[in-house]
């Protein structure tokens, strides 16, 4: 038996700043003001079980504040609005916003000001997404499959961004379809896709092909995490694995392969891909 570790897997930049500044806001929190993280921190239940252990609550949204505290924003970001009505209502603000979630928040809010539609290719129930729309006043339409795009009007200049953790081939699916409906007026496309998430997703294609099985480590709700399991799908539809823990491997079922590949999703903390990479080569 053998376990490959993909050569791009867990935390990203992103992710980890967001989990040290936090972290860190706790250490630095002498005179304990209580500290809130609007929405889990990240998507990760082990991590944002560890920070709640360190004081650390999160709330659904604002209204749940009743005592002045710090309020962290979290990686995924949140829309102008929201921004705006945290500020006025907290202590002090840490703004985690991945610097590459920011990037979209400006470009869609830039244009947006200057006349253009606005489309997002992305999940309207991702908190990412979300947040992205509030900067261009909620007018922007999300583009989640290629029906969506029928609802694109022909008539107007288009700028088009993309979540962070999208599948590269479905972009490039919808930016082409997206270009041939828009073809008389100006459009925009920024291609807004993490390094970090087009990182991951290559080293997890290429990973699938060489392996018999393949574990895929990380959140069941990390969006860029279930798009490891889809590329990996696609190459190994009957022996990919998604696991959150160690705990959850099943060796029984493991120990016939031969090679095991294993990946993890950019909000997967290194201790949890270390105690399953520590458990399948127990079964060597
Ligand atoms: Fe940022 Fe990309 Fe990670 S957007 S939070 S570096 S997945």
Redesign the pocket.
Known sequence: MKVILAEYSGF????KK?IDRAFNEVKLNKEEQPIYSLGPLIHNPQVVAKLAESGVKVVDNLDEIKEKGNIIIR?HGVSEEIYGAAKKKASKIINTT?P??RRIQDIVKEHHQKGYKIAIIGNPNHPEVIGINGWCNNEGMIIKEKEDVEKIPIDSPLCVVVQ??MAIPLYHELTQLINSRVKDKEIKIYNTI?H??QERQNAVKSLAKEVDAMIVVGGYHSS?TQKLVAISKVERPDTTFHVETAEELDLDQLKKFEILGVTAG?STPPWIIDAVVKRLNSLE
């Open positions: 990203c930049f992103g992710v967001a990686s991945c590459f979630v962070t953790t993490c970090a998430t860029n950019a």
